[in-house]
């Protein structure tokens, strides 16, 4: 039952009434060693009144006893309650698994006043050592339990954002934004009492609130608003001091939202409804929360902006300027590569889609992705994957994971002909590798310094939306090396047309552009191989073309 149990306190009482009733032992303690303090700490004490259980003591005065089977109370540190130590045939045994130490089990003299027999020492020996090993699996057990807590958590969470992307990204009533968000905070975390401040061009609106006790006024949402400087902000006594409305409606957290760089909103949070004090992953959660919300918010102010526009040209003009927002500019700086990127859409909105971002871990993603069809429909699942990749960017899974979510998501929320062709690939600087996934994507071409093969990276598995995983797609890591190239395209390089000999560019001319100009920079290469492309079409696009440029540097 020892061996089998999960329950320490179980394991603890059995070991002291078994050994206190097989040897007549009327006291007895068991004392678990702190590494992080170095002392020993009380689990249980029977029949003694001079020790306090969680209390820290000092036992050992020599390292040298831990690995002792057990040794006599005259050998114990002279700092460890001596009213508790009797001189007669009291000792310390030692509670170890194999050749690990745990602690000790302290027994007083027998009751019968004779000393330990060896054979009773050998009994209470082997005793320990199964008890003390049904403690650490019980630990071990216990803790691989939160873990699967926690991860249910997070999974939890996970779908949580990506149920609520879908949500946000087709609404376009801020009252319908406003409300589905104050339904996930009280349903996600308890919170009930919160307020949303929104900076537009000319003011700061109160956008969205629930359960304050009063209104405050504009000076103070702006007043508010400025002095949230941090992503995450904990109010301190000095920021209550000067706005004494947090400290009346119970503020506990602030939540920071920007977008290229400029704050556009400040989130004030209560205390919990069942006053458990936030944790990481909450701030996490309430911050990828925020920031859909408001992304979300912000597309209806880019709508309300162009309202009185013909219904058309109103709906390609902010499809527009929100696909162009949500593509990378500037490009990060990253040490050691070469990089250069470009979309041209054949019509006022396209399906092409790239991306580059720092992961948390200090590395960086890159992707590039073509949506079926053109215009508006394509833009709008273009948006939907780049919410998605963002959500994913802080959560610990590897690409591979990550590629079957968004299949998934995509397969059931999209209508059967809508497909997307995807590559992505995180790059990691320490080892100088890059690591990718392809889902269907045009294979991007690796042009080896002083080499004229190139290699296609062609491995991942199905195109997104296609049918849900069945096979779980693959992951490649490959090796830079200085002055290799990586070029990305999406099909409308390779299918450019020549109307005269209605021929395809192809994969072909393209390799040659590479190999042309593979002295200069991922810059260059780009405009060559525009510049080619237009050249060859006449200047004339028939689908939306993308490229995405890698070189490992001289310096590499």
Sequence with gaps: MLVESRDPEFIINSLLLIIMGRLLVPKAALFFFDPAEGRYCLKKSKGFDGLNENQLYDIITDVDQQNDSYFTVDSAHPDFPQIVLEPNNSIFVNLRTSNNHHGFLLLAPKATKTPYRKDELEFVEALCIISTSALVNSQLFNELKNTYRNLDRRIHELNTLFDLSKEFNFLVDR???????????????????????????????????SGLTGKPSDKQIKRIFDAIENEVVIPDSNLIEKHPWISKNKIAAFISVSIQNEKVAVIGVGERA??????ENDYNFLKSLSNLAVISIQKTYFLDDRIDKERMEEELSIAKSIQEGLLPDPLPRIEGIDLAARTISSREVGGDYFDIAKTPDGNTIFSIADVTGKGVPAALLMANLQSML?????????????????????????????????????????????????????PPLLLRDQNDEFELLSQGGLLLGAMESIMPYVETDIQLNPNDILVCH???????????????????????????????????????????????????????????????????
Excluded at 176 to 194: C, E, H, M, W
Excluded at 199 to 204: C, F, G, L
Excluded at 274 to 279: A, H, L, S
């Design 490 to 556: 999406t099909d409308g390089v390779e299918e450019a047309m020549d109307e005269e000999t209605d021929e395809e560019y192809g994969v072909e001319r393209l390799k040659l552009c590479i190999m042309k100009n593979r002295h200069k920079t991922s810059q260059e290469i780009l405009e060559a191989i525009v510049e080619d492309v237009r050249h060859y079409s006449g200047n004339k696009l028939g689908d939306d073309l993308t490229l995405l440029i890698l070189k490992a540097s001289d310096s590499f």
């Design 274 to 279: 069942n006053k458990i004090p936030f944790g």
């Design 175 to 209: 009252e319908k934004i406003a409300r589905i968000f104050k339904f996930a905070l009280l349903g996600q975390l308890f919170i009930r009492t919160f307020f949303l401040i929104y900076k537009t061009a000319d003011s700061h609106t109160l956008l969205a609130s």
């Design 390 to 442: 963002h959500v994913l960017l802080p959560v610990d899974i590897t690409l591979a994971e990550a590629t079957e979510r968004i299949n998934s998501i995509i397969f059931k929320n999209t209508p059967s002909d809508k497909f997307i062709t995807f590559f992505w690939a995180k790059y990691v600087s320490t080892h100088k590798l890059l690591r990718y996934v392809n889902a269907g994507h045009n």
